[in-house]
T-cell receptor, first 112, second 110 residues
Framework: DTEVTQTPKHLVMGMTNKKSLKCEQH?????MYWYKQKAKKPPELMFV???????INESVPSRFSPECPNSSLLNLHLHALQPEDSALYLC???????????FGPGTRLLVL | DAKTTQPTSMDCAEGRAANLPCNHS???????VYWYRQIHSQGPQYIIH???NNETNEMASLIITEDRKSSTLILPHATLRDTAVYYC???????????FGTGTRLTVIP
């Protein structure tokens, strides 16, 4: 299984809502990543988890809260988002870090 | 990690080889050259990577110049499904912070 799955595929939320994005992989990878991609722009790294510990936070606002409950799962909790946070949120994983990253299909988020 | 420069867009006729250039003139000795692509509305997909030797896999070939200041990704027989944005990334060994530049939008024309 070389797949990274992400749920939901699409999400619409209001600025006062709390929602979560979920990412799962069963490749035994120990590094997992969240990226944000605005329309017509390249993906931008948000967070890196290595062995279930947060190792990189690219100065992401606190309204985005990542969580890695176990080595297969990565969540991104969303609270009090702004319309400019509307984007494609991509999850990726790699064996340990520093190797090939495998990406999921993304969650397309719209904040109203 | 070194910055990379790629043309904004390229066209290629279906069935012909697509040669995508990348400039990485400030690359350091321990930085690999990685190529990913992103087909519309999908997540990025790894293609190939190399350090200084040329590399080939089932998807593509990677040619790195001897001075390592530039490289070329070759898709030997482009198909319509190869239409995508192709990203060339220089990444230090052991690093995991992929920096995607603007990439090259390749359009394969029937």
């Amino acid at each position: 299984d070389t797949e990274v799955t992400q749920t939901p595929k699409h999400l619409v939320m209001g600025m006062t809502n709390k929602k979560s994005l979920k990412c799962e992989q069963h490749m035994g990878h120990r590094a997992m990543y969240w990226y944000k991609q605005k329309a017509k722009k390249p993906p931008e790294l948000m967070f890196v988890y290595s062995y279930e510990k947060l190792s990189i936070n690219e100065s992401v606002p606190s309204r985005f809260s990542p969580e890695c409950p176990n080595s297969s799962l990565l969540n991104l909790h969303l609270h009090a988002l702004q319309p400019e946070d509307s984007a494609l949120y991509l999850c990726a994983s790699s064996r340990e870090g520093g190797e090939t990253q495998y990406f999921g299909p993304g969650t397309r988020l719209l904040v109203l | 990690d070194a910055k990379t420069t790629q043309p904004t867009s390229m066209d290629c006729a279906e069935g012909r080889a697509a040669n995508l250039p990348c400039n990485h003139s400030t690359i350091s000795g321990n930085e690999y050259v990685y190529w990913y692509r992103q087909i519309h509305s999908q997540g990025p997909q790894y293609i190939i990577h190399g350090l200084k030797n040329n590399e080939t896999n089932e998807m593509a070939s990677l040619i790195i110049t001897e001075d390592r200041k530039s490289s070329t990704l070759i898709l030997p027989h482009a198909t319509l499904r190869d239409t995508a944005v192709y990203y060339c990334i220089a990444l230090r060994a052991g690093a995991n912070n992929l920096f995607f530049g603007t990439g090259t939008r390749l359009t394969v024309i029937p």
